[in-house]
Every structure is written in structure tokens, then in C-alpha cells.
């Protein structure tokens, strides 16, 4: 008690005597500093002065779990202190069961006080730890936070970060120039992240929300283009559902669309290009790379030449650009061509020797542009993106390195959670701040921070080592394919659009959601050809073998057969461009010439031309269109279905 009363008597000496002595308001006072926030200030002030030394001091810090847990049960005491009711401008009486959220806000006002500098210490702190701690450290060991205390955390800083925008005490200006909002905002940010991959509360799916606003105020709000509208979209874009962001995002793509076609001369303006299918990336890069971007985004029509350079029938009536598209994906992120590699769970991420293209660079923005095109356009395509690629196509998200590595290089994860916790001397394992790179059989070495090869990694900063290490192996190595792709989907999708989401929800609008087809939505939104209808017996028979005789993995698989994504759209079937379309055929496909009167009445009357049908069923993906024989036994029609799903027929185009 005499140290903590001498260093407030220092204090008052210095002029710390708090940022609202001159207020006339008694709700507006400031409790005077006590011994641990004035520690916390020294530790601010060194942050922030020597800013070279930010990830050491900080990886210090993190030694000590207890440290954390005692920082957080002083925070939530002085908030219970200093906070109290008067001055806020909401009514909730239970916010502040999850931490210190009054205080806190009125400390935005304070940014010089010590206690300013407890907060933003702790959260500092508590974004470097978090970040790379791996799910055994926070579900079953529950260092250095139990998950209750997480729970409360995830819950104040997004109650903080809410109130402050929503109040207008942050604004478009001061969003990134406030440290603790910034402070606050990076930890939120961590927190949600790790919270999408595993939930810190998996049975409560409202668990981000603000019970203090409804969505649609939100959305409303950024509609209006009002400042805090737009920044809480960009900011906090998760207290709307996401089905509510993707009609958000499809009603500004449309608005998109429209400004396109009455600023081109010619509205009904198309492009014709022809591709080799033996060079599709090839023709598609050469011909689409030289368009503008309104040329590109309007109507596109393709023309294949096959292998024996003939023209191929058909006319695109925006099937066979589908078809170009999927392709050109499928064969872009191929990992073989070396532009993109992928993980052991199918993700894929840049290659870190894509250099051996010549101009790897260019292809990256053209990949990104035609994924950009895909979404634009509501095509749902069956690629899976690691999460550091969305990220940097988001631009504002910040990822955990550490997190991220787990999938990315599973075996320098392993290496870095050894280093972690190891409790011996680091210096028995000779490490520094550097890393060896092996590239096409030449080794080079890497420093992690300046002259980093003569820096040792010690008890005190490999925290730090641990990060940086992450960030070079994640981030750094591939950073330069990484923003050319990047150049290229946002010069289709504009960054505000895209700042409607996070990376897994930006995974979500490019291949659709990972769930079991809604079977009542696909049959509400199906198109019938070839005399077929809602009430024929083999639709009948074909609706009753997806329901009970399919399981979940043969119905994406079917999804997949008839459209090329396993996935259904988010927004449902009716988004799905081209519809979901099944037709009745009575010839292999090499004689259909497609529907005449005669074979629509007798698909119709589920009469059979001839002999009974016995082939398999077929798909044109480019128009997402099951072709199916007018079987007549519905054992029949399951043992085909089953077999073609399975045996994956591919597309055929008629």
C-alpha cells in the first residue's frame, strides 16, 4: 500500500492527475491509477517507443499464463468500479457480466491514462497468445484462459468494438488511428477466426450476435451509406447473418451489372473468343487478359475448337462459357501445373516455386480474375482456397500465422509447438531468428527480423520466434503470388463488396455451403424438359431414391454429377445460374438432336421409343441439366443413378 500510494503521489507530481479533471461531470471522474496500471503504462510507453522490440517484449510477457488470468480478474474488478451505469447509452443490464465494457468505453476518451494502458496491454497481449495456441492448449488444457473466461472475452471485446462504433465514438477516420479501439479490434478479430474453426460455444449459434440491435438495422444502415453503417459492415460484418451479406452482396452485384450496360455503347455488348480445348489456359489467358474490365464483366461467348481443329456444335447461350470457366479452373489450380499446391485436406495455397512459369505473376492475376468472374456471375465452382488466400483477397482480416501453418506445413507446425514448449534452455537447440530455404536445390538463408542469423532464440523471445517464424512460412514466402492474385478477383469484385465477409464466409460464396442438399428447395426450383413434370412417375421415383435411398455423400455426389459442385449454392437453388434443369432423352447422346414433339409427348405419357431404355443417365454441367432415360422400373433407375454418380460419367455437351 505505501509503494502504490507512493507511486500515485509520483504521479499526480508528473501531471498524470487524470484526463477528466477539468470535467464538471462527477460520472465522468477517473479512479486515480493504482501500482498495476501504472506498471502497465512503463510497459505501453517501452511498446511504443521502441517499436523494433514490440514482438520480445510482448513474447515475455506471454511466459507467464498467470499473468494474463490475473490482468483479466483486475480489469473485470476495475470495471465493476470505474464503469457503473451513468453516461451509457444503452439499457442492456447484462453486458457487463463479460468484462470491464462502460470502463472501457469511457476510456477511449482517456488515451494517456493508465488505465487505458492496462487495457491495452492485456489485449495486446492476450492477440499474441491466442494466435498460437494450438486446440489441445485451449480446449483441454484451457491455459491461459479457462473457457468460460474465453466465452466472456469473445463477448467484451465484441460488445466494446460494437458500442464503440454504434455510438459514434470511432469513426471512418479514427477507426485505425485510436490504439485501443485498433487493439481491441485485432484481438476480436483472432478470436473470431479461431472461433470458426472449432466454437468456444458450439451450441450457440447466436453466440455473436448483438442482442442490442437487430441485423436488419445494420443493413439498412450501410444501405444509407451512413458512416457508421459502413464501418460497422467493414469492421463487424458478422453481427449480420450471412445469408442476409449474400443477398447484400448479390443485390450489389446486380447494381454493378446495370451501370456496366448503360455505360457501354452497346448494352447487348458481347465478346467472342475461341479456345483449343488442348490449350485452354493458353487461349483463355491470351484472349481474356487483353479485355477491359466492363468487357469483362459483361456477357462473354466461347467457341471451342477440338482436338482435330474443328469447330465443336453447340450454341453458348452462357452453358459452354460455364463450361470454360470450370475448366480453366480445374486445370489453373491443378497442383501439377505448379502455380497452386495443396495441403493433405485438398486446400489449396500458391506454390512457393511458381516461378519456373514464366510470367507466373500474370497467370496468378488472370486466375484471380476469372474466380472473380465465376462469383460475379453466381457460378458455383468446387475449389476450396486456403485460408491465407482469402484472407489477403479480404485485405482487412488478420489471420493467425500459427493457426493457419497447421494445415499449410504440418511438420514446421509440429516443430514450432516443440519450441513452444519446451521447457530446457532454448540455447541447447541453437536456434535464430533465420530460416535455410531450399529452392530448386539451392540453399539460402532467410533472416526473420534485420541480421536476424546472429540473433539466438532465448526463454524471453521465442514467443515471438514462434510468430515470426508462422508469419515468414505463411505469409512472406508466397506474398508476391499472393497479391497478384489478389489484383486480379478484385478488379471484378470490389474490396467494399467484399468486405460483407470473412475468409470462411468468402469461401461459402465461391463453392457454396458444406451441408446436405435441402431437397424441398432443389424440387421447388427445377426445370422440367422432354415431357417430364413434377407429378411423372420417374420424377416421383427420382425425388423418393434421393431422399431414402441416397445417403448424404451419394447426394453431393449426385449434386456434383449434374452441376460439378458437390455443394449447393448458400442462398439456395434459385440462385443457381444456370437453373437446375432435368430432361427426359430416349438416344445415346451422340444421336440426341434434342426435344421433339414427338419425344416430349411421349416422355409425357411415359411412353418408351422402342426397346426398354437401359443407359446410363449423363449431364450437361455447363447447363446444369440431368439427362435421364424414361426408365420403367424404379429399381432401375436406381442402379443406373447410383452407378453414374459413382463411376463420375463427366460432362457431355450437347
Not at 453481427?239 to 448479390?250: A, E, N, Q, W
Not at 512459369?357 to 468472374?373: E, P, S, Y
Not at 460475379?376 to 485485405?395: F, K, M
Not at 432443389?522 to 441416397?550: A, T
Amino acid at each position: 500500500k505505501d509503494i502504490s500510494a507512493a507511486f500515485s503521489k509520483l504521479w499526480r507530481k508528473l501531471g498524470g492527475s487524470t484526463d477528466s479533471a477539468s470535467s464538471s461531470s462527477k460520472s465522468e471522474s477517473e479512479p486515480p491509477p493504482t501500482l498495476i496500471a501504472i506498471v502497465c503504462q512503463v510497459y505501453m510507453t517501452a511498446l511504443n517507443t521502441m517499436v523494433h522490440m514490440k514482438g520480445e517484449i510482448i513474447s515475455g510477457l506471454c511466459r507467464d499464463d498467470q499473468l494474463l488470468k490475473q490482468l483479466w480478474t483486475y480489469l473485470r474488478e476495475w470495471g465493476e468500479k470505474a464503469g457503473g451505469t451513468s453516461g451509457s447509452i444503452f439499457n442492456s443490464s447484462n453486458a457487463e457480466q463479460w468484462g470491464p465494457v462502460s470502463a472501457s468505453l469511457q476510456s477511449l476518451k482517456r488515451p494517456s491514462s493508465p488505465h487505458t494502458a492496462t487495457l491495452r496491454l492485456f489485449v495486446d497481449c492476450a492477440a499474441a497468445i491466442i494466435s498460437i495456441l494450438d486446440e489441445e492448449e485451449i480446449f483441454e488444457k484451457e491455459t491461459p484462459f479457462s473457457n468460460k473466461e474465453l466465452e466472456s472475452i469473445c463477448k467484451y471485446v465484441n460488445i466494446f468494438c460494437f458500442r464503440s462504433i454504434w455510438s459514434g465514438a470511432v469513426d471512418e477516420t479514427s477507426a485505425n488511428t485510436t490504439g485501443l479501439f485498433h487493439s481491441m479490434h485485432s484481438l476480436l478479430t483472432v478470436l473470431y477466426e479461431r472461433d470458426s474453426r472449432r466454437s468456444f460455444a458450439a451450441n450457440d449459434s447466436k453466440f455473436w450476435l448483438i442482442s442490442e440491435v437487430k441485423p436488419s438495422s445494420l443493413t439498412i444502415e450501410y444501405e444509407k451509406k451512413s458512416g457508421k453503417g459502413v464501418l460497422m459492415m467493414r469492421k463487424m460484418a458478422h453481427l449480420v447473418p450471412i445469408k442476409d451479406r449474400m443477398l447484400l452482396f448479390r443485390r450489389q452485384v446486380q447494381d454493378d451489372k446495370n451501370r456496366v450496360a448503360t455505360s457501354l455503347n452497346d448494352p447487348q455488348m458481347q465478346t467472342w473468343i475461341t479456345v483449343q480445348r488442348n490449350r485452354i489456359i493458353e487461349d483463355g489467358f491470351n484472349h481474356l487478359s487483353k479485355l477491359t474490365i466492363p468487357a469483362l464483366k459483361s456477357t462473354i461467348r466461347v467457341k471451342f475448337v477440338n482436338e482435330q481443329g474443328l469447330d465443336e456444335a453447340g450454341i453458348d447461350q452462357d452453358g459452354v462459357f460455364k463450361e470454360f470457366l470450370e475448366l480453366t479452373l480445374k486445370k489453373v489450380f491443378d497442383p501439377q501445373l505448379n502455380l497452386f499446391s495443396t495441403t493433405s485436406t485438398g486446400v489449396l495455397y500458391p506454390s512457393p516455386t511458381s516461378s519456373l512459369h514464366d510470367d507466373h505473376l500474370a497467370l496468378f492475376t488472370f486466375v484471380g480474375r476469372m474466380l472473380g468472374k465465376a462469383v460475379y456471375e453466381g457460378i458455383v465452382v468446387d475449389v476450396q482456397l486456403a485460408p491465407v488466400l482469402l484472407a489477403a483477397v479480404l485485405g482487412s482480416h488478420r489471420l493467425c500465422a500459427f493457426d493457419e501453418l497447421s494445415q499449410l506445413d504440418p511438420e514446421l507446425y509440429r516443430s514450432l509447438t516443440f519450441v513452444k514448449r519446451y521447457e530446457g534452455e532454448m540455447a541447447d537447440l541453437s536456434l535464430t531468428f533465420s530460416v535455410d530455404e531450399d529452392f530448386m536445390g539451392k540453399i539460402s538463408t532467410v533472416d526473420l527480423v534485420p541480421s536476424g542469423r546472429t540473433i539466438s532464440v532465448t526463454n524471453e523471445n521465442k514467443i515471438d520466434y514462434v510468430h515470426r517464424m508462422a508469419h515468414h512460412r505463411v505469409f512472406r514466402r508466397t506474398q508476391e503470388q499472393c497479391k497478384a492474385f489478389v489484383t486480379g478477383m478484385q478488379s471484378i469484385l470490389q474490396p467494399t463488396w467484399l468486405s460483407l465477409f470473412a475468409p470462411n464466409d468468402l469461401q461459402c460464396l465461391i463453392s457454396g455451403v458444406n451441408s446436405d442438399i435441402d431437397l424441398a428447395d432443389l424440387m421447388r426450383n427445377v426445370q422440367y424438359f422432354g415431357g417430364f413434370h413434377g407429378n411423372h412417375r420417374l420424377i416421383k421415383w427420382l425425388w423418393d431414391i434421393l431422399e431414402n435411398k441416397f445417403t448424404s455423400e451419394e447426394r453431393k455426389l449426385f449434386l456434383k454429377f449434374v452441376t460439378s459442385c458437390s455443394r449447393p449454392p448458400v442462398l439456395g437453388f434459385s440462385y443457381l445460374e444456370p437453373p437446375f434443369s432435368i430432361r427426359c432423352v430416349e438416344v445415346s447422346d451422340d444421336q440426341d438432336q434434342g426435344d421433339t414433339l414427338g419425344s416430349v409427348v411421349r416422355g409425357f405419357l411415359a411412353l418408351r421409343k422402342g426397346t426398354a431404355a437401359t443407359r446410363l443417365p449423363t449431364a450437361s454441367t455447363c447447363f446444369n441439366l440431368l439427362k435421364l432415360p424414361n426408365y420403367n422400373k424404379k429399381s432401375l433407375l436406381l442402379e443406373k443413378l447410383r452407378y453414374a454418380i459413382h463411376a463420375g460419367t463427366g460432362f457431355e455437351l450437347s
